[in-house]
């Protein structure tokens, strides 16, 4: 069966410190990737996406996403986070199996501390 | 150019009740998708809009209906609403064209159902 995880339901970061959000996916063949953001109130805003090439995608806001075959896994990364940077972050992917419907993971709730 | 609006912010219901939710897809876009976002979960896809037609539909129940005007702003209607139908109900639009284009997501109106 299809299925998108994302292990981590909750991590809290200090300011200026490296993240890295994981995602893996399961499907029948290398489907369109993508990380929406999603801030309290707010609809979901695109980060970044990956359809095929270079395995490593930048995004708006510094962000970056590594597309690795071998493992399945399509993990957000920034260098030096933001408080403005809490909020709630969803993988999701888009293949033929799938149709035109956008499969989400559960989603994983970032905390920035002082 | 605005981008996707959604109609109402809120709304109660009891159960048992009907609701209609509306949305308007961002300017020049001609399709719209329908997705439920329980609490502390990822959304799930409900259907998608082109052309009027239903061109997709995820695993929901008949109560879940929707219809797309001329416009192309489209409703999304439910009947006999339940407890577990208390979510925020996002609209995303998009261009048909092409072999992919990225949704671009409303606010979401948030029902809760009593």
């Known amino acids: 069966a299809q299925s998108v995880t994302q292990p981590d339901i909750h991590i809290t970061v200090s300011e200026g410190a490296s993240l890295e959000l994981r995602c893996n996916y399961s499907y029948g063949a290398t489907p369109y990737l993508f990380w929406y953001v999603q801030s309290p109130g707010q609809g979901l805003q695109l980060l970044l996406k990956?359809?095929?090439?270079?395995?490593l995608v930048q995004g708006i806001k510094g962000f970056e996403a590594e597309f690795k075959r071998s493992q399945s896994s399509f993990n957000l990364r920034k260098p030096s986070v933001h408080w403005s940077d809490a909020a709630e972050y969803f993988c999701?992917?888009?293949?033929?199996?799938?149709?035109?419907?956008?499969?989400f993971g559960k989603g994983t709730s970032l905390l920035v501390t002082p | 150019d605005a981008g996707v609006t959604q109609s109402p912010t809120h709304l109660i219901k009891t159960r048992g009740q009907q609701v209609t939710l509306r949305c308007s897809p961002k300017?020049?876009?001609?399709?719209v998708s329908w997705y439920q976002q329980a609490l502390g979960q990822g959304p799930q896809f409900i259907f998608q809009y082109y052309e009027e037609e239903e061109r997709q539909r995820g695993n929901f129940p008949d109560r879940f209906s929707g219809h797309q005007f001329p416009n192309y702003s489209s409703e999304l209607n439910v009947n006999a609403l339940l407890l577990g139908d208390s979510a925020l109900y996002l609209c995303a639009s998009e261009v048909a064209e092409g072999a992919y284009n990225e949704q671009f997501f409303g606010p979401g109106t948030r029902l809760t159902v009593l």
């Open positions: 300017s020049g876009h001609d399709t």
């Open positions: 999701a992917v888009e293949g033929s199996n799938s149709g035109y419907a956008l499969n």
């Open positions: 990956y359809f095929s090439g270079d395995t």
